[in-house]
Structures are given as structure tokens and as C-alpha cells.
């Protein structure tokens, strides 16, 4: 499955707009919704263990299994929650 070179622009373009309005929009989410009471401030949230399996798939075909292992931390900081994976 190949692109044409105007589909390449195409998503080369909707690349730069994405990453642009994530950068512009994020901050702005968190600054709305959070800065209140401090942009980074501690707040408790649910933490524990998360275990996830499953097949890897490329190129429509299966070439492998994976196992996902994560620990949240039982803060958030600001919009922001530890996790180790």
C-alpha cells in the first residue's frame, strides 16, 4: 500500500497542524483546569498494578505476543499521573 505524493503532503501537513494544536491546546486545558489551585499541585488519585497481554500485529500479519506490566502512583500532579512501564 503505497501513497501518492499529494497524500504525503496531505499527512505531512495534518502532522504539523496536530502537533501544533496539542502544543497550544495542552497547556491551555491545563492551565484552565488546574492552575486554581496550583498548575502542579499533589492531588490523590487511584493508583495500583495494570497487566495487559496481547498479539503484535504488522502488516496485517501476527509476528509476535506481548506482556504489559504498569504501576500508577497513588498522586496526580496537576493533570499529570506517575506511572512506571
Known sequence: MSM???EA???MFMNGILAVLFTILGPTMMWTNYCDT???ARSPADG????SA??????GAQIG???FVRYDLDHKL???QPTFG
Open 9 to 11: 503532503k496531505e499527512s
Open 38 to 40: 496550583g498548575c502542579l
Open 4 to 6: 501518492s505524493v499529494a
Open 78 to 80: 496537576g493533570p499529570f
Open 54 to 59: 496481547s498479539s503484535v500485529i504488522f502488516e
Open 65 to 67: 505476543n506481548e506482556l
Open 48 to 51: 495500583g498494578w495494570t497487566v
